[in-house]
């Protein structure tokens, strides 16, 4: 099953519109690869400006969240109409900083890719175990867990982001095997919740300190279809060196 990578930068809170914008257009100047897909999650703040610059470029456009309810008393939260007002199409749910730092659950994070996906939406579905739960042989068990609150989602407007918390941020990436182990596991699961043609369609990312010099060894694995990049798709020339190192991949070199 061929699934086409996806690159996605979540620039987490950086970039404001007018940093947002000049990236975007050096990005645009670039010459890249037809595939892999390219994603750019810019803070809410920067997605209108955002959206006029890539109107026309095959650059997609997401947010780093969104919230279940359609309107009301959700005080600095965005429904997903909001987003798809704006020409955005695609959301991250879940991702670890949510959870650990904002009191975020499996229980919402299914709430919110549920609502993301029903106005149509692709909700990016973030889930990864911390140092300690690994350390403890919890991984799978963790895995499990987080995937499977996802059971009632459409699969075909999912996107699971694999990102061990103890790689985040941290310069310390999951090794190809630890990263494959992961990503396997994550499929034969979603086989499970949906079925095994749904689960040989789900772009499955790795994400956690992917950049230039690893990007190459993670991209090429069987299950590991493109990845969540933090601190390396703040950059244009790391972004697009990770864009043309899954080209590569793609392209079997
Ligand atoms: P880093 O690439 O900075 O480790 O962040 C990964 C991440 O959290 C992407 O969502």
Redesign the pocket.
Known sequence: MARTPLIAG?WKMNKGPEESVAFLEALLSQELPEAPDVLVCPPYISLPASAMILTGSSVLLGAQSVHWEESGAFTGEIAASMLTELGVEWAIVG???RRALFGESDASTSQRAAAAQAAGLVAVY?LGETLEQREQGQTMQVLEQQVSAARDLNPTRLVV?Y?PVW????GLNATPDQAQEAHAFLRQRLATLFSDEAAAKIRILY????KPSNAHDLLRLSDVDGG?????SLDVQSFSDIIRAAADCAAGA
């Open positions: 979540n991702h670890s900083e973030c982001a990102e790689a985040i941020g941290t994400g956690g300190s992917l969540l990049i933090g601190g390396a």
